[in-house]
């Protein structure tokens, strides 16, 4: 088969990787890729908001299947757009998507139908979400309705943070369009954890849970990020609770949409508070996780292929997946400045002497003049794999304290709520 993955990041470097094994795919393309990529799929330079022409290509080309990758395309409706031009394509269309695009649309759906949340309300006027903070009073968070690049939350712990946060996403529009409307919510307590799912509509296949670190620094501190580090399996985190969460939470979803005229189809991704009333959704996002995919892909032994292929044909229910006890740990290596800027063009060094002690995916890279040097926040994602937490954690910072560029930062805490 022609493979067509569509997205340049981290998330797509696992996606690419993980498929990349399938005895079953005769030709595995990227568009547009990053350099990271090389040697696992032929590199299209075609952007992912370039729907035409990526149909074009991909009809050309005889592609049988398109995988999308990022979130913006899918809520600008890719999928359906692919579909249209006869290409086969996994992800969900953009009446679906909107569970990622719309936080107001998740949080009414959510609401509808009785599924675990924080109290919430949602404004598009400045002056009445006001008042609803100050009334409400701190520690609050505040939600841009529309997609942020994962950045679009502000957990404010004081008053003044909650008011900061709100003219900045409806006033200043630090996020565009995306902060016409704002969702404020009741703050949560307890451990997150992410459970992506297969989902093809009715059927529902989690994955094994992963823990994300959103926050910039050590001890989760600073401005939040689109993720600065992920491990998987939750040894501190029963099953029970893993299980009741997909009882409760994503089944009951997947089941809503589906009463909505929105069936989902692809990878739905909740992210979940575990409280001491039990699990609650604090998101949901219609795409694999970024940097969750880079420990959930490595502990898949079924062919990602074949998942994807079920999904489509309505067989999920029927497909063995099986996951390896293995553990992984993600550790993200950011460039300096990073979540509010970033410094491109820096040489980056060490890579060729990871081989194959940790795996490494490209997040925010580039080649210039033949050397590699940083593109983006979130440079690498350098996973380290092993019989447990304690050693996947050690091999991670081991191979991430060989690679160098000037401003790299990263923190050192990611797995250690797993240890204790």
């Avoid at 094994?21 to 040697?39: D, E, F, H, T, Y």
């Avoid at 679906?96 to 719309?102: C, M, N, P, R, V």
């Avoid at 520690?139 to 957990?155: M, N, R, S």
């Avoid at 593109?375 to 304690?390: C, K, M, Y």
Wanted: net charge negative; aromatic share 6%.
């Amino acid at each position: 088969m022609r493979v067509m993955v569509v997205g340049k990041g981290g998330r797509e470097h696992a996606i690419v990787w993980a498929l990349s094994k399938s005895p079953k795919i005769s030709q595995l393309l990227c568009a547009p890729g990053n350099v990271g990529m090389r040697g696992l799929a032929e590199l299209v330079p075609i952007q992912e908001h370039q729907f035409d022409e990526l149909a074009v290509f991909a009809t050309e080309r005889k592609i049988d299947l398109v995988v999308i990758g990022p979130d913006d395309p899918l809520a600008a409706g890719i999928v359906d757009h692919l579909e249209s031009a006869g290409l086969r394509v996994y992800g969900p269309r953009k009446n679906a998507a909107i569970i990622e695009g719309s936080k107001v649309f998740t949080k009414d759906l959510l609401h509808k139908y009785n599924i675990p949340t924080a109290a919430y309300g949602s404004f598009d006027n400045y002056e009445e979400a006001l008042a609803y903070v100050r009334k409400q009073g701190a520690p609050i968070v505040i939600k841009a309705d529309g997609l942020a690049a994962g950045k679009g939350v502000i957990v404010a712990q004081t008053l003044q943070e909650a008011e900061a946060a709100l003219a900045e996403i409806m006033v200043s529009k630090a996020f565009g369009a995306s902060g016409n409307s704002v969702v404020v919510e009741e703050f949560l307590q307890g451990q997150e954890m992410s459970l992506l799912a297969f989902v093809d509509g009715v059927t529902v296949r989690p994955m094994v849970p992963s823990q994300d670190h959103k926050p910039v620094f050590d001890d989760d501190k600073g401005p939040n990020t689109g993720g600065m580090g992920t491990y998987s399996p939750l040894p501190h985190i029963p099953q029970s609770v893993v299980d009741e969460a997909i009882a409760t939470i994503v089944k009951p979803t997947a089941e809503a949409m589906v009463a909505e005229g929105r069936p989902f189809r692809g990878v739905l991704y909740a992210g979940l508070m575990l409280t001491a009333q039990g699990p609650k959704t604090i998101e949901f996002n219609a795409r694999f996780g970024d940097p969750e995919t880079q420990v959930i892909l490595p502990r898949l032994e079924t062919d990602l292929l074949d998942i994807f292929l079920a999904t489509l044909d309505g067989t999920l229910g029927e497909l063995d997946i099986r996951w390896s006890e293995e553990a992984a740990v993600c550790v993200i290596l950011a460039s300096a400045g990073y979540p509010a800027s970033s410094t491109k063009g820096v040489a980056i060094e060490g890579l060729d002497a990871i081989g194959d002690r940790a795996l490494v995916f490209h997040s925010g890279t580039a080649e210039k003049d033949g050397k590699l040097v940083t593109n983006g926040g979130r440079v690498l994602g350098v996973v380290g794999r092993g019989r447990d937490i304690a050693e996947a954690r050690e091999r991670a910072y081991a191979a991430a304290a060989d690679i160098h560029f000037e401003g790299k930062h990263n923190r050192t805490d990611i797995a250690r709520k797993a240890l204790v």
